[in-house]
């Protein structure tokens, strides 16, 4: 299967603490993203990263790259009860930048 | 960004009747997107709709079980037909949107929540 997978399935901790979760691949991509989504807001794009690139941050968000691992992090600082979603990592394959693959996704839940 | 509705939000049908799910969007784009997702699941593509051309459907999912119209370039409609207990599931839709360069992030709408009894 292409399907990407995340680690944690799950994941929960303190308001202020850092998150880390991790997306896993298995062939060439073109560019990886992350999505959150939650109840009230549905889905959201968060961040892309492209294949030649090695780190992104965006706010509180830091998203790493590793091709010869064929794996992705996002870090999530100083997390706030708000932060409380589903997050996804979705990428598209190398040769083919339109279509999404999906990881499993991490539920995070931050604790006030 | 675009915006993007679909109605309905959520719809409670009988088993072997069909739904059709519509998606609208502020602006102009050239590829909507559908998915489906099973309570607690990551997303599965059911198709991806170009204007003016037939759905490219993916692997599992058929025209006759998902028909899609793409009548222009800001509305998109999926059906579910013949429904099935298992056809219960968040239908979303998405349109893409060019990042920088020739990299495409999606924006989604709200989702359709169905349920089939």
């Known amino acids: 299967s292409q399907q990407g997978e995340e680690d944690p399935q799950a994941l929960s901790i303190q308001e202020g603490e850092n998150a880390t979760m991790n997306c896993s691949y298995k062939?060439?991509?073109?560019?990886l993203q992350w999505y959150r989504q939650n109840s009230g807001r549905g889905l959201v794009h968060l961040i892309l990263?492209?294949?030649n690139e090695r780190e992104k941050h965006s706010g509180r968000l830091r998203v790493t790259l590793d091709t010869s691992k064929k794996s992705s992090s996002l870090l999530i600082t100083a997390s706030r009860a708000a932060d409380t979603a589903s997050y996804f990592c979705a990428y598209t394959l190398a040769g083919n930048n339109r279509k999404l693959i999906w990881g499993l996704g991490t539920s995070l839940a931050v604790n006030p | 960004s675009a915006v993007i509705s679909q109605k309905p939000s959520r719809d409670i049908c009988q088993r072997g009747t069909s739904l059709t799910i519509q998606c609208q969007v502020d602006s102009q784009v050239t590829m909507m997107f559908w998915y489906r997702q099973q309570p607690g699941q990551s997303l599965t593509l059911i198709a991806t709709?170009?204007?003016?051309?037939?759905?490219?459907?993916e692997s599992g999912f058929v025209i006759d079980k998902f028909p899609i119209s793409r009548p222009n370039l800001t509305f998109s409609t999926l059906t579910v037909s013949n429904m099935s207990p298992e056809d219960s599931s968040i239908y979303l839709c998405s349109v893409e949107a060019p990042a920088r360069g020739a990299f495409y992030e999606q924006y989604f709408g709200p989702g359709t929540r169905l349920t089939v009894t």
């Open positions: 990263i492209r294949s």
């Open positions: 062939t060439s991509i073109n560019n």
């Open positions: 709709a170009n204007q003016g051309s037939e759905a490219t459907y």
